[in-house]
């Protein structure tokens, strides 16, 4: 997994900035019923998404929490008094504490099932009574375009998605929720270019092709091979999935 502490002064950058931000804000909240009052984002990083959740619906307090302690600091700057430092599998809030959670592009960065385990059942357990819980799913699957890119790594040692779709529904089904839409969103700025790509395998983006491996600059050099190394294929489009927890 990348050290998203080292990763914080470029994250913005490289993730498609305000663009990509505003594009996952507005597709949370089309899942967050107009009576939510409270609101929790987790994993908030930088807090970039994090801010438009909160200025989008004035009545609607948002709370950010990461566990990268320079990820906070980058989002403490942007909402002042609203950000801590934090592990999602162990919150440190009661229960019932929030009307919403968000949870945008973590699920798949966990490390073992039980661990989304954990995160699903945390963000049930603070979540009130007609309370939403809304996450991103099935993001590796998003950034398959079906690009001259996506060519090259589709042999590459396959990863076990944790955060498959039909997967987070279970767990969250044994946790009370129940299934309460989806939304989709363009992750702007986000496609791949060739030379990114190769950047990206370089700095440990693939999980499964370690930096300085064989391997990993075989894939590096069959990119390289590509027309067009610095135009971007098209950009991801992310999926969110809802959850409910019955009045």
Request: hydrophobic letters at 45%; proline letters at 11%; glycine letters at 8%.
């Given at each position: 997994m990348l050290d998203y502490d080292k990763e914080a002064e470029r994250y913005d950058a490289?993730?498609?900035?305000?663009?990509?931000?505003?594009?996952a804000a507005d597709a949370v909240l089309s899942l967050?019923?107009?009576t939510a009052r409270r609101m929790l984002d987790v994993a908030c990083g930088t807090?970039?998404?994090?801010?438009?959740?909160?200025?989008a619906r004035p009545g609607l307090a948002v709370t950010g929490a990461d566990l990268a302690h320079t990820m906070t600091r980058h989002a403490a700057a942007r909402l002042?008094?609203?950000?801590?430092?934090?592990?999602?599998r162990r919150l440190p809030f009661a229960r019932?504490?929030?009307?919403?959670?968000?949870?945008?592009?973590?699920?798949?960065?966990?490390?073992?099932?039980?661990?989304v385990r954990a995160v699903v059942a945390e963000c049930a357990r603070v979540l009130a009574p007609g309370g939403v819980y809304v996450t991103t799913v099935d993001k590796a699957a998003a950034h398959n375009v079906g690009s001259d890119i996506d060519a090259v790594l589709a042999s590459r040692p396959p990863s076990e998605a944790r955060d498959a779709s039909d997967q987070v529904q279970k767990y969250a089904v044994e946790h009370g929720l129940v299934p309460a839409g989806r939304a989709r969103f363009t992750g702007r700025g986000q496609g791949r270019s060739p030379r990114r790509t190769i950047a990206d395998l370089r700095r440990g983006w693939f999980v499964t092709l370690p930096p300085g491996r064989p391997l990993t600059e075989r894939y590096a050099a069959r990119l390289a091979e590509?027309?067009?190394?610095?135009r971007p294929r098209p950009d991801?489009?992310?999926?969110?999935r809802a959850f409910r927890k019955p009045a």
């Open positions: 490289l993730r498609g900035g305000e663009p990509r931000a505003a594009a967050v019923p107009p807090g970039i998404v994090t801010r438009r959740l909160s200025a002042p008094g609203a950000v801590i430092r934090a592990d999602t019932a504490a929030f009307d919403a959670v968000a949870g945008v592009w973590l699920l798949h960065l966990l490390d073992t099932p039980e661990d590509l027309p067009d190394q610095d991801p489009e992310f999926t969110l």
